[in-house]
């Protein structure tokens, strides 16, 4: 069956750096659309970032320019490199997965509706 396993998170201070990792199996890897998503205390779950299975990228502009997602279909691992984390990206960070693409046009993105979903690793930013 699908199975999506991310890393551990951690606990940073403001201005660190940390890196997810997702690791997948029971589907083919690299011909679906991935991403992240993350859930705040008393917040919605949102998206972060998403990846197609031809590597085009999409972000949410609360973290453009400072996380990065990329993707190992050798590896079936998806990756979120965050850097110059600030206290509001503290949330359950959980990665998920589709047969459906992100359709962008200029800075407008649709995503689908993920129908695989990890179960969540804590991030936590100190100030």
């Known amino acids: 069956q699908v199975q999506l396993l991310e890393s551990a998170g951690g606990s940073v201070p403001a201005g660190g750096s940390l890196t997810l990792s997702c690791a997948a199996s029971?589907?083919?890897?690299?011909?679906?659309?991935l991403a992240w998503f993350r859930q705040a205390p008393g917040k919605e779950r949102g998206g972060v970032a998403a990846?197609?299975?031809?590597?085009?990228?999409s972000y949410f502009d609360s973290v453009k320019g400072r996380f990065t997602i990329s993707r190992d279909n050798a590896k079936n691992t998806l990756y979120l490199q965050m850097n110059s984390l600030k206290p509001e990206d503290t949330a359950m960070y959980y990665c998920a997965a589709d047969r459906d693409r992100v359709w962008c046009s200029g800075s407008y993105c649709a995503w689908p509706e993920f129908g695989y979903w990890g179960q969540g690793t804590q991030v936590t930013v100190s100030s």
């Open positions: 990846i197609n299975s031809d590597n085009t990228t």
């Open positions: 029971g589907f083919a890897f690299s011909s679906y659309s």
